[in-house]
């Protein structure tokens, strides 16, 4: 783990050059990042990365990031892969994907699905509503 003076000091120029070199050779910029990253989000977006993976609900504030940040950035991630997906029921795992497309989804400029990983413990039968969710209102 690494504060946001760190990761300005060591790791924010050297993204700076591999991201450029990638963006010259036609490149799109998307990275992944775990726990709330949200104090570098402007650092991210001045980098030019277009997508940050994962927006997880359980320590950041969504409804900040797509307010602040979601004309500049596409946010991917949002339902709780580590709290609802594998501690809820089929019914409350669908009312957040409602929830969380209706929030992220406005405007467009996001991707919905798992903040990460779903764990093997999670219920088989929350991960088919979600998908058949998606089915139904995304089409597919």
Same mark, same amino acid.
């Given at each position: 783990m690494m504060g946001a003076p760190l990761w300005r000091k060591y790791l924010?120029?050297?993204l700076k050059i591999m991201?450029?070199? %990638?963006? $010259?050779?036609?490149?799109?910029?998307?990275?992944?990042?775990c726990g709330d990253v949200t104090e570098i989000f402007p650092d991210m977006i001045e980098l030019g990365i277009e997508c940050i993976n994962d927006i997880q609900p359980e320590c950041m504030d969504l409804t900040f =990031? $797509?307010?602040?940040y979601g004309k500049d950035i596409v946010l991917f991630g949002g339902l709780g892969s580590q709290s609802t997906i594998p501690g809820s029921t089929p019914e409350e795992?669908?009312?957040? %994907?409602?929830?969380? =497309?209706? =929030?992220l989804g406005a405007g467009g400029r996001c991707i919905i699905g798992p903040a990460g990983a779903i764990? %093997?413990? %999670?219920?088989?039968?929350?991960?088919?509503? =979600?998908?058949e969710y998606f089915k139904k209102t995304l089409g597919g």
């Open positions: 924010k120029p050297r991201y450029e070199t %990638a963006r $010259k050779k036609g490149m799109r910029i998307m990275t992944h990042t =990031l $797509k307010r602040e795992v669908v009312r957040e %994907a409602e929830e969380r =497309l209706a =929030l764990p %093997a413990e %999670a219920p088989v039968e929350n991960v088919v509503s =979600l998908i």
